[in-house]
């Protein structure tokens, strides 16, 4: 089994900022992609954010330069660094991780059961 530990959601003013943290474990042989997505009441979920075991990243054109993603690869733990919080990035942040639970085993998805963001004033 696997567990994606999820925290720093949270309600903020706009123009704030928070860290989301998404800590994994469990029967993980590798992790080959972390990332956080969002899903806002009535909207599809949609991609915030991914970082590769390499250190690539890729992100929302609506979030470029205001969201940092970074990954602790010692501990499975990805991070997201939010800045400049608007209302319409309020949403459920959900963590993702793309792993492997044996070396012989196929990448599989796995997601958190998501952290609310609300950025209100």
């Known amino acids: 089994q696997v567990q994606l530990a999820e925290s720093g959601g949270g309600l903020v003013q706009p123009g704030g900022s928070l860290r989301l943290s998404c800590a994994a474990s469990g029967s993980i042989f590798s992790i080959n992609a972390m990332g956080w997505y969002r899903q806002a009441p009535g909207k599809q979920r949609e991609l915030v954010a991914t970082?590769?075991?390499?250190?690539?990243?890729n992100y929302a054109d609506s979030v470029k330069g205001r969201c940092t993603i970074s990954r602790d690869n010692g501990k499975n733990t990805v991070y997201l660094q939010m800045n400049g919080l608007k209302p319409e990035d309020t949403a459920v942040y959900y963590c993702q991780i793309v792993f492997r639970k044996y070396s012989y085993t196929y990448p599989t998805n796995y997601w958190g059961q998501g952290t609310q963001v609300t950025v209100s004033s």
């Open positions: 970082i590769i075991t390499g250190g690539g990243t």
